[in-house]
Each structure stands twice: as structure tokens, then as C-alpha cells.
């Protein structure tokens, strides 16, 4: 099990701006994107290619390209945020739905919504932008795996030391990818220094 925490200084740049709570909800937006071009990029290094023989217009060429369909599922509705970068940059992308939302008394995750494509034999990437106690991440990947994943990753804008400790004693198989690691939680269970409540911020609520 691992823990992959961006390092580049255009994440850096961006997380940042994102973190700032004079950031407007449609500049958050924008940058939400670009954070999660770099996280997709990152969190795919490993996807499997085959062979493909091509002409160029000189000579034959034995290229690769992507081997396995790639399924993204953003936990709802702060996960979506994420969710466009992977639909612009992988050709064959499908895309599931879990929905979670956190109890604002006790910060404990209630599932309200589940659509999955077909899962056997795909990469599955479950997105969300705040790991914080985990709750939600480790639930939304007992259902995906429950659905039939087997091969999946868990991708994140902020972590949390405590977030990151739930999902790796519930899914060791299961790797993370973070933009950034922070310090730990608040009594209310919001990331310090993290960036507040990443869906408010997204819609403006
Ligand atoms: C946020 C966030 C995660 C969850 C993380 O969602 O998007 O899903 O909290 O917290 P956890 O690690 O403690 O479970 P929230 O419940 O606020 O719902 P939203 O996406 O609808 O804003
Ligand atoms: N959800 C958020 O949106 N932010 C946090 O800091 C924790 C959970």
C-alpha cells in the first residue's frame, strides 16, 4: 500500500490559490481542473499498454496505447470537481457514481446514491477532493470493490494523516494519490490547514 504526494511546483502554485479562502467559486472551479490534470497524470504512470503497429508516413512503427478501459468514479457531489480532467485526457473513460455525504454532527459518512458501469477486468479510479477521516473513501471502495473492481486507486486533493490511516487499514491493496498531505483534523473533523468545505467552495453554497 502507498502514499503518492504530488511534488511540482505548478501543484504547489495551484494548491495554494485553492487554499486561499478569498478564492472565488469560479476561479476554485479552474483550478480545481488543473490540480486534477496533474493528479490523473500521476495517478496512471502504472496503466497497462499493448502493441500497436502503425505507418508513419516514412516507415512502419510499432507504437503502444492504453490496454484496459479506465473507470472513474467521483464520490458525489465533491467528487465531480475532479472528474473532468480524466474525461479530457483518457479516450475510453467510463464513469460510476457513488453518493456520500457526510453527517455534519458527527462526521460520519450516509450513502445515498450508487450507479456503476461494469467494473470487471477495468482500472478503477475512485475520486475525492478531501480525505479527511476517510470514512467516505473507505466506504465508496467497499462498494466499488463489492460491484467487482479489483484493480483500484484512490485519488485526492487533500489528506489527512488520519484519512489516510482509515483507507490503508481498510484497503491496503489500494494506493493513494494526494496533491498535498496535511497536518490532521479540526474537533469538527475538517483538514488543517486544508481549504474548508471543498463542495461549498466548488458550488457556492
Ligand atoms: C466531503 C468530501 C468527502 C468527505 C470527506 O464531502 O468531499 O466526500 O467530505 O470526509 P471524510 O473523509 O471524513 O469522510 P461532504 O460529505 O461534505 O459532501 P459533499 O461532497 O456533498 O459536499
Ligand atoms: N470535507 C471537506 O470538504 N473539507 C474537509 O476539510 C473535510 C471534509
Redesign the pocket.
Given at each position: 500500500m502507498s502514499l503518492h504526494v504530488l511534488k511540482h511546483p505548478l501543484a504547489a502554485h495551484v494548491m495554494t490559490h485553492l487554499r486561499d479562502k478569498t478564492t472565488r467559486p469560479a476561479t476554485f472551479r479552474t483550478l480545481a481542473y488543473q490540480i486534477g490534470q496533474l493528479l490523473a497524470i500521476e495517478a496512471t504512470r502504472d496503466l497497462a499498454t499493448k502493441e500497436k503497429p502503425i505507418e508513419t508516413p516514412l516507415e512502419p512503427f510499432t507504437g503502444q496505447v492504453l490496454a484496459r478501459s479506465l473507470v472513474i468514479v467521483p464520490i458525489l457531489r465533491?467528487g465531480l470537481g475532479m472528474m473532468q480532467p480524466f474525461l479530457d485526457l483518457f479516450p475510453d473513460v467510463s464513469v460510476g457514481y457513488v453518493g456520500l455525504e457526510?453527517d455534519h454532527e458527527t462526521?460520519v459518512a450516509r450513502s445515498y446514491y450508487c450507479k456503476l458501469p461494469p467494473l470487471a477486468g477495468t482500472r478503477v479510479l475512485v475520486v475525492d477532493?478531501?480525505l479527511?477521516?476517510g470514512g467516505?473513501a473507505a466506504n465508496a471502495l467497499s462498494v466499488v470493490k463489492e460491484a467487482g473492481a479489483k484493480e483500484l486507486s484512490f485519488v485526492c486533493i487533500?489528506s489527512?494523516p488520519e484519512g489516510v490511516e482509515t483507507v490503508q487499514s481498510a484497503h491496503p491493496d489500494v494506493p493513494i494519490f494526494t496533491a498535498a498531505h496535511d497536518r490532521g483534523?479540526?474537533d469538527r473533523?475538517?483538514?488543517?490547514p486544508?481549504?474548508?468545505?471543498?463542495?461549498?467552495?466548488l458550488y457556492g453554497t
Open positions: 465533491a457526510r462526521a477532493p478531501m479527511a477521516t467516505s487533500v489527512s483534523l479540526n473533523k475538517y483538514i488543517l486544508g481549504l474548508g468545505d471543498f463542495g461549498d467552495r
